[in-house]
């Protein structure tokens, strides 16, 4: 039992780690399992804490970003001098971009969820597609050189803007090791948003993205009738848990990062990886 734990605290630290930065954490996910996995859960419990151990990256995002995720704000009335609750300026736009982006990798998710796991969620795959989003993200930097970014803070996004942003983002959907925040940075660069504002995106996108994967799969094990071990609740809780705390530093750490560097280094990170696991699968 110790162990099992040990190993959740671990997996904990590798999703709240990989989760935001442009590495693909279902990737690292999936090759843990593969190399370091669990071996008193059932295969049923593991494809749902894969997704749901994610709720607790979700919950860093909305504990470093509510003022500008809540789209509320109390004023008061000058005509009857009571306090309303009104729409932030901008933020109901802000929303919009956010659920329109998402809209594709939800249609795809909610049709294909099946299909994905049984094909693409296995460590050749995932080896594939982290060598080549790296070589990609490599490439799109050089690109990018010095160039001045068009879209410079969340408010001057377009819906056109968070469409394409969220095309990209159907990409991770469909291969895991891709990286949804990789697919999503990358296809923020390309049409000219600057890196911390196609972060920032990153995080967001990802409040709606990932409460709906998590959702789903936590729907679909219940409804499977699929009993659970106290032994998988407490690897449940504590891998939710890690993945909060260590969220919380990740995420404050990139968005310092970027302010000074490019996404360069995850490139060649990513490259290394999948030739180094597929090295050791042969």
């Known amino acids: ?26 990737g690292h996910l999936i090759l843990l399992k593969h190399f370091f996995g669990f071996s008193q859960v059932s295969e049923a419990f593991w494809e749902m804490f894969e997704v749901v151990i994610q709720l607790g990256a979700i919950l860093a995002v909305v504990l470093l970003f509510w003022n500008t995720l809540w789209p509320f704000k109390k004023r008061r009335n000058k005509q009857t001098g009571k306090t309303v609750i009104a729409w932030k300026k901008g933020a109901f736009r802000m929303w919009v971009q956010i659920v329109v982006a998402c809209i594709p990798a939800a249609i795809v998710g909610i049709l294909f969820d099946d299909v994905i796991d049984e094909y693409f969620y296995n460590p050749i795959s995932v080896s594939i597609a982290l060598i080549v989003v790296g070589a990609i993200f490599i490439i799109v930097e050089m690109m990018q050189g010095n160039r001045r970014p068009k879209i410079r803070n969340i408010h001057e996004m377009t819906y056109q803007t968070a469409i394409i942003i969220g095309m990209f983002q159907l990409l991770a959907a469909i291969f895991p090791g891709t990286s949804r925040s990789g697919a999503t940075i990358i296809g923020a660069l390309l049409i000219g948003v600057s890196r911390a504002t196609a972060a920032e995106f990153t995080f967001f996108l990802a409040v709606p993205v990932m409460l709906g994967a998590s959702l789903l799969k936590a729907a679909k094990f219940l409804v499977a009738g699929v009993s659970i071990t106290g032994l998988e609740v407490v690897i449940l809780i504590i891998g939710t848990l890690v993945a909060f705390v260590v969220s919380v530093f990740v995420i404050r750490f990139l968005m310092e990062y970027i302010k000074k560097h490019d996404f360069k280094v995850f490139g060649w990170y990513r490259i290394v990886l999948g030739i180094l696991v597929i090295a050791l699968l042969h």
Request: glycine letters at 8%; hydrophobic letters at 60%; aromatic letters at 12%.
């Open 1 to 26: 039992m110790f162990l099992e734990i040990l190993k959740a605290i671990v997996f904990g630290i590798v999703e709240g780690i990989t989760e935001w930065l442009p590495v693909s954490s279902t």
